[in-house]
């Protein structure tokens, strides 16, 4: 039987292979194994969290009060340099990133700037709320508090033989969950390969390259020369000694494992120095155990974050930046597997504001990437770790200052070599995100530009006659729209009159069993229209405005916008200060003539000098006369994808919301009802979710997808084509 077993580093590769075989064999049917790949994922956070705590809790429990204050004084010097070295190569590999090309996904998502409120999310007020809700940050603070509090315990062995034992049988149903890895890999691979776009599977190549030539140089080569610099080991001998240990984390995943092998082979260096007692021994465990919970090569999930703000077109700035190296530290702490990756992703995709659907992007890399994070964990671990305890007990070499140049010399040389030569030539292939805006994209039943009917009254109404029947009687809907409500009503590339309001008038017509007639809407006679008849609806990102409520009938809401500004970039920093527009009565404040924004803006900034535009792209005009321009966010957003140059900033604090309806005129309360009504059916049918996504959040592969995957089974074989 021992012929058949191989081991899990080569069912690791088989699965993968496999994987890669059958997407392309079956190409998008493998997305049948979705499901089952999200239920491995779940699996691998069945011992996340309680194995943190427990871990925590255990480790820094175990120490004497003494030992915990030596070794603070000692590491923190060590901590902070390894955490130095991972953050500078971080900087490296991003720099060798290729530039970003492509739309940005910034036109679809909030502008929001997301933030960590520090306060909810490292203060553990109610820990069952966070251990309920993966709050990790809170969660290793508690944990932390208790270790604390159960090293000044002195009668407390009984009660670290418990702890002990959950960290054993944790430590066991891990490897119990490791065996599946194979079958949970060859599902992941099988529907990312069958599923994913070629173009961006090639694009990850660039971040997979890159993220192992960063780990290799790493492992490889900065440890280890760093060992030999402090300490008598050579470099080749620390390498061959960590080898076998290196090994057995990337075939695992799962550091932990590596625990005893690590304290065995501090053990023995440390024995060659002097002789270690029981002591001694305890003392390497402690040490290990709380260098293990800190975040080492866990931090280095942030090259992905950094390559999907390449992706997405979606700049981190310092920041956002700071935010990205706050979360990574905080859900990083005691980190144990894939389990705890994804969490800390998770996490982190939500404080930036990022696409949560890039966890599917990362979960495709992880066969190729997951194995040399691990080594990497190893390394810093077993280093830092034998740094710490040669330092307490006076042990480490002191290099003279011109020696300590030189070898740092030839350790920072070549790799910086390297990195202009890898930036010089740029042998990768470029980022870029072929995803269409809602400009390009091609609507099929779409109402092309030339339909746009002049602006005059259909025949007139009888008397007393309601909305509703009138448009029944004449089977017409008269729409109002106007052309420049991005993106609820506008023109796009290919000439077709399409938006979110757009949809929903065509859906209404359809319904009535009436011809859609869509006629020009002017803000300003929108009320004097809507009661000559000129149109039966105002159907494009109408405001409703106490104002307008005096002569015009709104329906409920159906989208309510945050209120924002648009300037340049430059500009825009001005508004970090709060209250920063009621302090600068000098600044020009741009709206559309007209339009909900140019009342409001009367109202709220009646110090400030106020810029009428006739149309919002005059805003972009060279020698424009305002500094900001007053609207709202969805708005907003499609037009600053089309001005790069200009930003959103958001006023602090908000100034509220701007509250989106149908129009019709005063009197048709019938057919004001049965907006009421059939605007809810659209949103319980799904029409109305669908459409936000797609006009809203730009998720445009909902109405253009992509061409079919290329697949053996259907473009050679022909098995499912008549």
Known sequence: MKLFQISLTWQMVLATLLGVLCGVFFGEKCSIFAPWGSAYIMILKITTIPYLAFAIIHGVGGLQSSQAVQILKKGLFFIGLFWAINIAMIYLTVFLFPKAHGASLAA????????????????????????????VPAIVIFSLLLGIAFMHIQEKSSLMQVLEAFVSALTRITAWISRITPFGTFLIIANQVGTIQLSTLKQMGTYILLYVLCICILVFWVFPRIVS??????????????????????????????????????KRE???????????????????????????????????IFFLSIFYNIPLGLSGQFQLFISAFLTSLGAVGLGSWINSLTFILDTLGLPAEAINIYLSTLPFISGFQSMLSVMEITSLSLFITLACHRLLNTPSLINFLRRSAFTAGPIIALVLVLKTFNPLPRIENTTKSIREIWIGNAILQNALLPLKPPSPALPNEDTLDKVLRTKTLRVG??????PFAFINNNGQIVGYDIAFAQSLASDLGCSLELVPLQYEHLAEDLE????????????????????????????????????????????????????????????????????RAKSWFPNNPLVVLENYDSFAEEGAKADILFWSEEEAISWVARFPRFVIAHPQPDVGVDALAYAVKVGSNKFLIYLRDWIKLKEISGFKQDQYNLWILGQTSTVEEAPPRWSILSDVLHWDKK
């Open 481 to 486: 729209c106007n052309l420049l409500a991005v």
């Open 108 to 135: 679809y998502v909030s502008t929001k700037p997301a933030g960590i409120n520090f306060a909810q999310v490292l203060i553990p007020e109610n820990i069952f709320y966070s251990l309920s809700n993966n709050v």
């Open 532 to 599: 000559k008849g000129v149109y039966d609806i105002g159907m494009s990102g109408l405001s409703i405005t106490e104002d307008r409520l005096k002569s015009i009938y709104f329906t409920a809401p159906y989208l309510e916008s945050p209120v924002i500004f648009v300037t340049t970039e430059k500009f825009s920093k001005k508004f970090k200060e709060k209250n920063a527009i009621d302090h600068h009565p000098e600044w020009r404040i741009a709206v559309l003539k007209g339009g909900a924004f140019e009342c």
């Open 270 to 304: 440390l024995e060659r120095i002097v002789p270690t007692g029981e002591k001694i021994v305890s003392e390497i465990q402690g040490i290990v155990s709380v260098v293990f919970n800190l975040p080492l090569g866990s931090l280095f999930i942030t090259i992905f």
């Open 229 to 266: 610099m402090l300490t008598n080991i050579s470099t080749g001998r620390w390498i061959r000694d960590l080898f076998p240990i290196l090994v057995l984390g990337y075939t695992t995943n799962v550091v932990i494992v590596c625990l005893p092998f690590i304290i065995e082979l501090i």
